[in-house]
């Protein structure tokens, strides 16, 4: 099967899979995402979809060795509050009291069981 070029991504079929896969790029780092189908409109229907993600800011990539434990934080909190969570007032709270003072300032690869054992 031939590669199938979108403007911003691809759907394509690796030899080493029955499915077929596709392809995008978000801020410049390419994801390449299995499909789980053999089916080539399904794929691009879902590469359609995540180039929409792309468009509005929903898909985001991380350098775990650059992104701290407060950014992901704020993401988290920035989910809660797009999707109306009920808890956001809980998980906010929780996240200054308790476990900003310690986790903040971590990078995201530097969080592990040992880190937390050490409060």
């Known amino acids: 099967m031939n590669r199938i070029r979108r403007p911003q991504g691809s759907v394509y079929q690796r030899s080493d899979s029955p499915y077929l896969w596709i392809s995008y790029s978000v801020n410049g780092r390419k994801i390449r995402e299995n499909t789980h189908q ?44 797009i999707n109306g969570r009920k808890s956001l007032d809980t998980v906010e709270r929780r996240w200054l009291v308790h476990l900003r003072p ?16 050490a409060i």
Do not use: C, M, P
């Open 38 to 81: 053999r089916n080539e409109r399904y794929a691009g229907k879902l590469l359609q979809k995540r180039l929409n993600e792309v468009h509005k800011g929903e898909i985001v990539t991380f350098d775990a060795h650059k992104t701290t434990v407060e950014q992901l934080a704020e993401l988290l909190l920035r989910d809660y509050r």
């Open 102 to 117: 310690f986790f903040g300032i971590l990078r995201a690869d530097q969080v592990s069981i040992e880190a937390s054992a």
